[in-house]
């Protein structure tokens, strides 16, 4: 998706919004040049829900959070608010700039289908060498975590928000 279109669609969005999304991306395996995988491999995601917040007033991320850790019985206060560890966040827009690069980010929410693909053709993700896990942080000991994904702009095959599709 190019820039210019992601702007587009997140432009209206005020506050926060369930959004589906559909991408294609590269895969970055473990082992380096030495895994025979390395480069080869795409993984479809379609179907995803996330949440796109434009932190206009406060961090949206932050208040999830906290909201959580206070229904699990915990203090909220143990948890504090890092910084970045990439990129800087475009001021009141769900976009991220490092490097010359756009990227949406979002907190997922259902994952939707995901598929893998070697060379083009349909793997299982047991099959696929060196694919790496995500995970957490701590979150100040939550257990139903707050997951934050960053979608590079170009890996992004289709947005919909509020009944309209963006490509």
């Known amino acids: 998706m190019k820039y210019a279109t ?3 669609a997140v432009a209206n969005i005020n506050g926060a919004s369930f959004v589906g999304l559909d991408t294609h991306t590269d895969v970055a395996l473990t082992g380096g040049q030495k895994n025979p995988m390395q ?3 795409t993984k479809r995601m379609r179907g995803a829900t996330v949440m796109s917040f434009q932190n206009k007033n406060f961090s949206a991320y932050e208040a999830m959070v906290h909201r959580r850790l206070a229904a699990e019985g915990k203090d909220p206060a143990k948890f504090e608010l890092g910084e970045r560890a990439w990129g800087v966040r475009i001021p009141n827009m769900p976009i991220v700039e490092h490097k010359g690069e756009y990227y949406l980010e979002v907190i ?3 994952p939707g289908i995901i598929t893998y693909e ?10 696929i060498i060196g694919l790496k896990s995500q ?3 701590e979150q100040g000991g939550l257990e139903n975590k707050v ?3 960053t979608f590079k702009a170009e890996s992004i095959v289709a947005l919909r928000i509020d009944g309209v599709e963006y490509k």
């Open 118 to 127: 070697l060379d083009g053709n349909p793997i299982d993700a047991s099959a």
């Open 6 to 8: 992601l702007v587009n």
């Open 39 to 41: 480069g080869r491999v």
């Open 147 to 149: 997951i934050i994904r």
């Open 108 to 110: 997922a929410m259902s």
């Open 135 to 137: 995970s957490a942080g």
